[in-house]
C-alpha cells in the first residue's frame, strides 16, 4: 500500500528541513509528501519551495489562518483517497525505520474497519540532548494497558506517529475545530471504538520539545508525570479543578456525534466515564486510579 506523509507548518523554519529529510530517507519512501502552510511568515515558504523545486513533495499556502486541527484536516484532504496516511509534525525527526515498521503491521490489520498504528517517541530537547528515551514513561502511560477504559483518562496516541487507513480518515475529516485534545484524542477515540488500533512500542520518532510545539497536545506536558499530579493537586485546591477537562469535553463531542453508531458496550463505557463531569477532583483520581490498577502491565 502506498503511503502519503501529510504536514501541516507554521513558522517551522528552524527545524523544517530536518524533519524533511528524515522522511524522504525512510527505507519505505513515502509516495507523496504534502504539506499545507498556515501562512507562515518565516523561510518555511522557501524551505518548501527549494524541495518542491527537486520534485520531492507539493505544498500549498492557505489564503488565511486556518488554525493546527483544519489545516491538519486540509493536509489529509489532499492526499490521495487509497493510500495509508501519515501524520507529522513540522520539527521533529523519523528513524528510518519509522514508515516500514508501521505499514508492515498496518498490513496485517483489516481494512474494511478504521485502523492504526502509533508508535512510541523519544524526547530530546533543542539540543538533541535525550529527556527520556520513552515518551510514554514520560507521561505514566507504560505500565498499564492500551484500551479505550484507559483511553478515556489520558490520550496516549501522538498524531506524529500515526499511520492510518482510508476507513479512518473518514473521522479525521469529520472532527470539530474546536476541541482541545487536537486530532491525537479524536483519532484514538475513532480507532479504539469503532476499529483497530496497534501499538509499536518502540520510539520510532525523535520529538522535540521546545517552546514553540505547535502540537498543544504534547507542547503542554509538563517536564513529568510527578509534577503533572502536583500541579493538579494544587489547582483543585485553589477552586481551579481542571483534571479531566480536556478528555471529558473530547469524549464528549465524540460520544454526541457517534453513540447512535456504537456497540451498547463500547456506549456503556463513554456515559461511565462522562459521569465524571460533575463529580469532585478527589473522586476523579481515584477513578483513574481504579482504571489503571484493572489493567495493570
Request: with cysteine.
Amino acid at each position: 500500500m502506498d503511503i502519503s506523509v501529510v504536514i501541516a507548518t507554521y513558522n517551522g523554519e528552524k527545524y523544517l528541513e530536518q524533519q524533511l529529510d528524515s522522511i524522504l530517507s525512510q527505507t519505505l519512501p513515502p509516495a507523496e509528501l504534502i504539506i499545507c502552510d498556515d501562512c507562515s511568515i518565516d523561510r518555511t515558504l522557501t524551505i518548501l519551495e527549494k524541495y518542491r523545486k527537486r520534485g520531492l513533495l507539493t505544498y500549498v499556502r492557505n489564503d488565511r489562518q486556518l488554525g493546527l486541527i483544519d489545516n491538519f484536516k486540509k493536509a489529509v484532504s489532499l492526499a490521495a483517497e487509497t493510500n495509508y496516511v501519515a501524520l507529522s509534525d513540522q520539527d521533529d525527526q523519523w528513524l528510518p525505520d519509522k514508515l516500514q515498521r508501521s505499514a508492515e503491521l498496518l498490513d496485517q490489520m483489516d481494512q474494511k474497519l478504521p485502523a492504526m498504528v502509533y508508535t512510541d517517541l523519544l524526547l530530546v530537547d533543542q539540543d538533541e540532548h535525550i529527556l527520556n528515551t520513552s515518551f510514554r514513561n514520560e507521561r505514566g502511560q507504560d505500565h498499564y494497558q492500551h484500551n479505550l477504559q484507559t483511553l478515556f483518562f489520558s490520550n496516549f496516541v501522538n498524531g506524529c506517529t500515526v499511520l492510518m487507513n482510508s476507513k479512518l480518515r473518514f473521522f479525521f475529516a469529520n472532527m470539530p475545530n474546536h476541541i482541545k485534545l487536537n486530532h491525537d484524542g479524536w483519532l484514538a477515540l475513532a480507532a479504539f471504538t469503532f476499529g483497530e488500533p496497534k501499538s509499536i512500542n518502540s520510539a520510532l520518532v525523535r520529538y522535540r520539545k521546545h517552546e514553540n510545539n505547535v502540537s498543544t497536545t504534547l507542547g503542554t506536558v509538563p517536564k513529568n508525570r510527578y509534577l503533572n499530579t502536583i500541579n493538579q493537586l494544587v489547582n483543585a485546591w485553589t477552586g481551579h479543578d481542571d483534571f479531566l477537562s480536556v478528555e471529558l469535553e473530547t469524549t464528549r463531542y465524540f460520544y454526541m456525534k457517534y453513540k447512535d453508531e456504537m456497540s451498547p458496550d463500547k456506549r456503556k463505557y463513554f456515559e461511565d466515564f462522562l459521569k465524571l463531569e460533575s463529580k469532585s477532583f478527589l473522586f476523579k483520581k481515584l477513578a483513574y486510579g481504579k482504571i489503571v490498577r484493572k489493567y495493570k502491565i
